[in-house]
C-alpha cells in the first residue's frame, strides 16, 4: 500500500528538525524478522496460546515447566531471526540524530542487533533468566547448552529459573520505566512503531509525550488505541516505510 509521499515528507521534515527525538517500539517493529506479535487475529501469539497460563507468575507456578518450555521455543525463534529493515532505519536514525533513545517493549534484543545502542527494555530481554525468588541474573542462556531438570535451578537458592521478562499483572524494572516516563515527558518528537497501544503503563508513553507538546509519529499498517493521539500516522509495514522515511531525513539533513 503506498503511502501519500506528502506525509512521509512532513514525518522525516519533523524528524530530521527535532531536538530530543525518542522512538517507542512494539512487536510490529520484528514481525518481518518473522517474530509473531501478540494480538493481530490470526497469526498473533494470543491467539494461539494463553497468555493467563504462559504469561503470569500464578501459570509458572502452576507447570514450571510448560512455561520454561514456552519460553524456551520462543527463544528458538528469536535466536533463528535476523533484524529487518525497519530495525536497521531506527539504528541509523540513531546516527543522523544523536541523542535518539530506543524505548521497547520487545525483549527480542532486535534494536540492539541492528546496531542501536541506546535502548531501553521496558518488558525485560528473553535472552536472560533469572532466579524465581532471589536476584540472581544469568545473562545469555543457552537452551543448548543445559542438560537436566526443566526448569533449571538456581546455583545459589535452589529455587527455579525463570525468563527475565514482565508478565502480565508484574511490575516493570523500576529504573527502565522511570527512564522511559522521563523521555516522554521530554522528548519533543516520538516515533511509534508498531504497537497496538493496549498494555499499560507502556501504551500512555506516547499520550505523555503529546499532553507536553511533542509531534507523535505513527508506523502502523492498521490504526492502534494510539492513533488517536498521532500527529501523522503511516499506514504501513515499518520494514517497508522506515528506511524511506530514514532516506528523506538524511537528504534533509545533508542539505543543511
Ligand atoms: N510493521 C509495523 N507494525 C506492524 C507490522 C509491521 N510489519 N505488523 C503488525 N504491526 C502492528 C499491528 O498492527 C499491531 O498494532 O504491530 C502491533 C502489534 O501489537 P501487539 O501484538 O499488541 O504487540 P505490542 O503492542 O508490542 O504488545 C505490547 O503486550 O503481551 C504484551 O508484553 C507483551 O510487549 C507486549 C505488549
Not at 34 to 63: H, K, M, Y
Not at 119 to 130: A, D, T, Y
Request: with cysteine; aromatic share 8%.
Amino acid at each position: 500500500m503506498a503511502v501519500n509521499p506528502e506525509l512521509v515528507e512532513r514525518a522525516a521534515g519533523w524528524i530530521a528538525n527535532s531536538r530530543k527525538p525518542v522512538v517507542f517500539s512494539g512487536a510490529g517493529v520484528s514481525r518481518e524478522s518473522g517474530i509473531p506479535t501478540f494480538r493481530e487475529a490470526s497469526t498473533g501469539l494470543w491467539a494461539q496460546f494463553d497468555p493467563q497460563r504462559l504469561a503470569t507468575v500464578e501459570g509458572f507456578l502452576q507447570d514450571p515447566k510448560l512455561v520454561w518450555e514456552w519460553y524456551a521455543y520462543r527463544r528458538k525463534i528469536v535466536a533463528e531471526t535476523i533484524p529487518n529493515p525497519g530495525h536497521e532505519a531506527i539504528a541509523e536514525l540513531e546516527k543522523l540524530l544523536p541523542g535518539l533513545m530506543v524505548i521497547t517493549q520487545n525483549i527480542d534484543s532486535l534494536h540492539q542487533r541492528a546496531g542501536s545502542r541506546a535502548v531501553i527494555e521496558l518488558h525485560g530481554n528473553i535472552s536472560r533468566v533469572k532466579c524465581f525468588q532471589g536476584d540472581e541474573l544469568y545473562e545469555n542462556w543457552s537452551d543448548e547448552d543445559y542438560e537436566g531438570e526443566i526448569p533449571p535451578r538456581c546455583k545459589t537458592c535452589g529455587n527455579y529459573l525463570r525468563p527475565d521478562v514482565v508478565w502480565f499483572g508484574e511490575a516493570l524494572p523500576e529504573k527502565a520505566l522511570m527512564a522511559a516516563f522521563e523521555l516522554a515527558e521530554n522528548c519533543d518528537l516520538m516515533l511509534v512503531v508498531g504497537t497496538s497501544g493496549s498494555v499499560q503503563p507502556a501504551a500512555s508513553l506516547p499520550v505523555v509525550a503529546r499532553r507536553r507538546g511533542a509531534r507523535i509519529v505513527e508506523v502502523n499498517p492498521t490504526p492502534s488505541e494510539i492513533t488517536a493521539s498521532s500527529d501523522i500516522l503511516l499506514p504501513a509495514k515499518s520494514g517497508e516505510i522506515l528506511p524511506e522515511v530514514v532516506a528523506k531525513v538524511k537528504e534533509i539533513k545533508g542539505n543543511c
